[in-house]
């Protein structure tokens, strides 16, 4: 079964900063990965992907101001987050992308303004 385990959120003023951490079974991060968030009372959005080459693609929302990253180790993916607004806040959550059945448990992350 595959485990993915997200962290690294917390409680930041906008403008702030965060990097959020996500490390699991190396048979996921093989392929392409993804960051997802869900806001209260919405859907889970898809917000960065990162290939297995490494190439980007972003949400028009956080395009230049996210960056997804692979760490060396086979199992880990990143997400710096930069000039966080509130309207980030979410709980966040890596997956395959597109994603598979198993989630984890997310990590939360709160812009206060």
């Known amino acids: 079964q595959v485990q993915l385990v997200e962290s690294g959120g917390g409680l930041v003023q906008a403008g702030g900063s965060l990097r959020l951490s996500c490390a699991g079974s190396r048979s996921i991060f093989s392929g392409d990965m993804g960051w997802y968030r869900q806001a209260p009372e919405k859907q889970r959005e898809l917000v960065a992907i990162i290939t297995s080459l490494r190439s980007t693609w972003y949400a028009d929302s956080v395009k230049g101001r996210f960056t997804i990253s692979r760490g060396n180790a086979m199992n880990t993916v990143y997400l710096q987050m930069n000039s966080l607004k509130p309207e980030d806040t979410g709980v966040y959550y890596c997956?395959?992308?597109?994603?598979?059945?198993?989630w984890g448990r997310g990590t939360q992350v709160t812009v206060s303004s």
């Open positions: 997956n395959a992308a597109p994603f598979g059945p198993s």
